[in-house]
């Protein structure tokens, strides 16, 4: 008896696993298929049916949230230096990969359009005050939910900042 109680335990939680449904996101958008953090990047993401986004984002020398991965742009652009360090005017010279320019959050924000799921990874320091005024503009033009916006961070005085 003892054992078919068990038995139908293991078999109850396992369809309930099963009804879980789970979410794919594509990371910095379909970096695999475009320059990553790129709205050519995030179209291809969309056009793959994901559930959700993963992008990063730091904030230029000019205040404005930028959606770029490394805190050096050397890698992915044709110049050299600090994306924070960078004006906005100077960031948008930039193309990822010689191809796709460099989005701002709210220009991201935008083209998703409430459509799925963002998450935000706060890389660069100082970044949690204006990536909040940011969603908050696009939960207050009606596009977007707050339960459809995530923040995430290696830092943890960003996220402190953020929540506070």
Same mark, same amino acid.
């Given at each position: 008896?003892?054992?078919?109680? /068990?038995? !139908? =335990?293991?078999? /109850?939680?396992?369809? +309930?696993?099963?009804?879980? $449904?789970?979410?794919?996101?594509?990371?910095? #958008?379909?970096?695999?298929?475009?320059?990553?953090?790129?709205?050519?990047? /995030?179209?291809?993401?969309?056009?793959?049916?994901?559930? #959700?986004?993963?992008? *990063?984002?730091?904030?230029? %020398?000019? #205040?404005?949230? @930028?959606?770029?991965? *490394?805190?050096?742009? +050397?890698?992915?652009?044709? !110049?050299?230096?600090?994306? $924070?360090? %960078?004006?906005? !005017?100077?960031?948008?010279?930039? %193309?990822?990969?010689?191809?796709?320019?460099?989005?701002?959050? *709210?220009?991201?924000?935008?083209? @998703?359009?409430?459509?799925? +799921?963002?998450? /935000?990874?706060?890389?660069?320091?100082?970044?949690?005050?204006?990536?909040?005024?940011?969603?908050? !503009?696009?939960?207050?033009?009606?596009?977007? %939910?707050?339960?459809?916006?995530? =923040?995430?961070?290696?830092?943890? *005085?960003?996220?402190?900042?953020?929540?506070?």
């Amino acid at each position: 008896m003892r054992i078919l109680l /068990i038995i !139908s =335990i293991i078999l /109850i939680n396992m369809n +309930n696993l099963q009804a879980q $449904e789970t979410l794919a996101y594509g990371h910095r #958008g379909a970096m695999g298929h475009a320059p990553e953090n790129t709205i050519a990047s /995030i179209k291809k993401a969309l056009e793959l049916g994901v559930d #959700g986004i993963e992008i *990063d984002v730091f904030k230029c %020398k000019t #205040g404005e949230i @930028i959606v770029f991965h *490394d805190k050096k742009i +050397n890698n992915l652009t044709n !110049s050299k230096g600090y994306i $924070e360090q %960078k004006t906005l !005017s100077e960031i948008r010279a930039l %193309k990822v990969n010689g191809k796709e320019p460099i989005p701002t959050l *709210d220009e991201v924000l935008k083209y @998703i359009d409430g459509t799925v +799921n963002l998450n /935000i990874e706060l890389k660069g320091k100082n970044t949690s005050r204006g990536v909040l005024k940011v969603m908050e !503009s696009a939960v207050k033009n009606g596009k977007w %939910k707050r339960n459809q916006l995530f =923040i995430s961070s290696f830092n943890w *005085d960003e996220l402190f900042a953020f929540r506070n």
